[in-house]
């Protein structure tokens, strides 16, 4: 049997070269395929269709406003970046995008459900229902209708959360909270709408709406008393031990302790009798303590 002869070497650097050189044009003219294909204009995102409950935002301006920015076409289009591009717009807070054969994309947008104002006072910042804090132009149904809340960064949604215990609890009193601040001590302020200021003091949540529970159900009986009700609250303040010291129009009430010590006060001054002029009463009463 003979052994078939070994091809010459010219001839098999020919064959190399050749299918070197083959296999070169065949990546060529993928790439190159690859190329036109992927950019083709027939490719191009050619519509936009955003799904979702939006109150804030206006689809039409939503796409006119991100579309610009996105880079690639149907198939080259950066997910994730565009995602970001659409987040990246007031009032949106999370955005799904995937694509829409053969050219569009499908959007689907979750807007923030603003809670309240966020900051101090002029601050436009709000805050969503999961306590997250983001900047937008709030509308005018929201300047007349949120509440502002405030304290340390990062305690927003520890504010909010206290404001929706409060909220319920507050309504015997006639009138909506206006804010609710937080300061760094740890000590709570409410603020009503019909401008009185109460005083709740720190601690936890249950500790804090124990003492409102009080005042609240107490409050009017007090008020009574002086001749007043309770739209004539001016201010209290519920960090007593047990009792709060309560300003109403024309009536002053303090607490007990603080109302000895104004006796005593006024016994060793011996002060001379109050002007007829006066327009301010100041009466001092004892504020109940804890119910038994």
């Known amino acids: 049997m003979n052994d078939a002869l070994p091809a010459p070497l010219d001839v098999r650097l020919m064959n ?18 690859s190329w036109w294909f992927l950019r083709n204009p027939a490719f191009a995102i050619g519509r936009i269709v955003v799904h979702g409950d939006l109150s804030h935002t206006n689809p039409v301006s939503l796409r006119a406003n991100v579309a610009p920015r996105l880079m690639g076409n149907f198939f080259t289009l950066n997910l994730r970046q565009a995602k970001e591009e659409f987040e990246n717009v007031p009032w949106i807070r999370s955005a799904q995008v995937r694509r829409d054969y053969p050219n569009g994309l499908a959007v689907e947008i979750e807007e923030h459900k603003a809670r309240a104002f966020w900051g101090a006072e002029g601050s436009p910042t709000l805050v969503n229902n999961f306590g997250e804090v983001f900047e937008a132009a709030a509308d005018e149904d929201d300047e007349n209708k949120l509440p502002r809340l405030q304290g340390p960064e990062g305690r927003s949604l520890d504010v909010l959360r206290m404001y929706d215990h409060l909220v319920p609890r507050m309504k015997p009193l006639g009138s909506p909270i206006d804010a609710v601040v937080l300061n760094g001590r740890g000590s709570w302020r409410v603020q009503l709408d019909n401008g009185a200021a109460i005083e709740l003091g720190s601690g936890s949540t249950n500790d804090v709406t124990q003492r409102l529970d009080r005042f609240v159900r107490t409050v009017s009986r007090v008020a009574a008393q002086q001749g007043r009700n ?40 011996r002060p001379a009798a ?18 038994n």
């Open 230 to 269: 309770v739209a004539a609250l001016e201010s209290a303040d519920l960090r007593q031990m047990d009792g709060y010291a309560l300003r109403l129009r024309g009536v002053t009430t303090v607490s007990a302790e603080a109302a000895a010590a104004r006796a005593k006060a006024q016994a060793a001054a």
């Open 274 to 291: 109050r002007p007829a002029t006066a327009t301010r009463t100041t009466t001092t009463t004892r504020t109940p303590g804890r119910s």
């Open 16 to 33: 190399m070269i050749a299918t070197i050189l083959f296999v070169c044009c065949a990546v060529g003219l993928v790439t190159a395929g």
